[in-house]
């Protein structure tokens, strides 16, 4: 994480954390964890093509569902990811 860039935003309702990669440092960012102490930390993907994929393999079909099942499943798509909008295809 680049420090100076990092910015905390709290109201009586939100908290916002605004967190900037490091020079050199490349790539989206798939997960974060966060949580009141390092014990009790919850971890949260980020939206990807990758990630959506992964969801929809152990929500939409368990292990024992048929091979013909995995073909009639729909096919997501992550388009755009940007601050203000998730744009996703589905087929």
């Not at 420090?3 to 109201?11: I, M, Q």
């Not at 919850?42 to 929500?59: A, H, I, K, M, P």
């Amino acid at each position: 994480l680049a420090s100076p860039e990092t910015s905390v935003s709290v109201s009586a309702h939100n908290a916002a954390v605004g967190l900037a990669k490091a020079p050199g440092s490349t790539g989206p960012w798939e997960k974060f964890c966060f949580g009141l102490d390092a014990s009790a930390l919850q971890e949260r993907l980020f939206v990807s093509e990758e990630n959506v994929d992964g969801f929809l393999d152990t929500v939409l079909c368990p292990s024992f569902c048929s091979q013909s099942a995995l073909e009639r499943q729909p096919l997501i798509e992550v388009l755009d990811v940007t601050e203000d909008r998730i744009q996703i295809r589905l087929k």
